[in-house]
């Protein structure tokens, strides 16, 4: 029904920036709220940042400053702009987002696939 597919992930040495993409594809009526989350090796996923359908945006303490969640609604696409990278940010990075698939239907919460970040020197 609907597919979340993230891109733009990589090795960045520290202090270098990364963009990540998130395109949702198809059966679409509207998107609303949008986050991106993360998971390092051995670690539980955690919440990154969040970007509501009305431009509310909310960012965990660790990454405030360094990080901006982004969207464009034309293409279905959220961006995570990161930049200062540090080590601690190496993780895979997943992509979640509200979907409603008709003007009946409630929101339903899909995930991308994750892509991999990697801050190394």
């Known amino acids: 029904q609907v597919q979340l597919v993230e891109s733009g992930g990589g090795l960045v040495q520290p202090g270098g920036s990364l963009r990540l993409s998130c395109a949702a594809s198809?059966?679409?009526?509207?998107?609303?709220?949008m986050r991106w989350y993360r998971q390092a090796p051995g670690k539980q996923r955690e919440l990154v940042a969040v970007?509501?359908?009305?431009?509310?945006?909310n960012y965990a303490d660790s990454v405030k400053g360094r990080f901006t969640i982004s969207r464009d609604n034309t293409k279905n696409t959220v961006y995570l702009q990161m930049d200062s990278l540090k080590l601690v940010d190496t993780a895979v990075y997943y992509c979640?987002?509200?979907?409603?698939?008709?003007?009946?239907?409630?929101?339903?919460?899909?995930w991308g696939q994750g892509t991999q970040v990697t801050v190394s020197s």
């Open positions: 979640n987002a509200d979907v409603r698939t008709s003007w009946a239907s409630q929101a339903n919460n899909y």
């Open positions: 198809g059966r679409i009526h509207s998107i609303n709220t």
């Open positions: 970007l509501t359908s009305g431009g509310t945006t």
